[in-house]
């Protein structure tokens, strides 16, 4: 990323909601300065500009406000970049389609998955496990109609939902080689089988999403952040 660009990135490695910004950035062609944000200790400028959540990704640009939530930043580039890789559909009722999957996804899949890799009851793992996979069969059904039977959300190339979802390829991937779940299994999502294949095969996803080892590193400081295990004497 250039340095003393007008466009500055504030964010943390391994997290997904970093990732579709940078999707977006790489579709639209911006160039921008990236700020590493450290979890474990953070910085006075993310806690003046996102006091009330305080937390990644934060752009700024400019002389503007800076502004927060991965969703909120890609509509935004979305809007001053209109004419270079668009991401929302023209229609109206299609694009009412995608914010709604999208915002589903986020405030459903993402608690669910985030939940079942830190929690330590087996039991409440096995609950989780049903929730997410009924999540993906959701987006099953959401893929065909957005779709409109071609390789990605967006149709004939990367659009909105598929950076949406697609930045929580790495963490499916995970789930596969550290808990042995197929969070997407050809069975039960065969649309979504062969759009996660398209998208690995996109230049664009394999440069953003971070590695297994990125992923372990950031779930790991996410446990360190977790209150002890009570001690029963």
């Not at 993906?136 to 979802?165: N, P, Q, R, T, W």
Request: hydrophobic share 40%; aromatic share 12%.
């Amino acid at each position: 990323m250039t340095k003393n660009c007008e466009m500055k990135l504030l964010g943390s490695v391994g997290s997904s909601f970093v990732t579709r910004v940078q999707f977006v950035f790489k579709l639209k062609s911006i160039e921008y300065e990236y700020i590493e944000e450290d979890q474990r200790n953070k910085s006075e400028l993310l806690l003046k500009s996102n006091p009330a959540l305080q937390r990644v990704p934060v752009l700024f640009h400019g002389d503007e406000h800076p502004i927060s939530e991965s969703l909120v930043i890609m509509e935004y580039l979305d809007e001053i970049r209109p004419d270079i890789h668009p991401l929302l559909p023209s229609n109206p009722s299609e694009r009412a389609q995608c914010r709604l999957v999208a915002y589903t996804f986020d405030t459903l899949c993402y608690p669910w998955m985030k939940e079942f890799m830190i929690t330590r009851e087996e039991e409440r793992r096995e609950e989780l496990k049903q929730l997410i996979i009924g999540g993906y069969i959701m987006l099953e059904e959401a893929f065909g109609k957005l779709s409109k039977g071609k390789a990605f959300f967006g149709g004939d190339d990367i659009g909105y939902m598929d950076i949406v979802v697609g930045s929580f390829l790495g963490w499916i991937k995970f789930f596969v080689i550290v808990f042995n779940f197929n969070v997407i299994e050809e069975d039960r999502n065969p649309r979504l089988t062969k759009w996660g294949k398209s998208m690995w095969s996109h230049e664009v996803a394999r440069s953003v999403i971070p590695s297994h080892e990125t992923h372990m590193d950031f779930l790991n400081m996410i446990i360190s952040k977790l209150p002890p295990l009570p001690v029963f004497v």
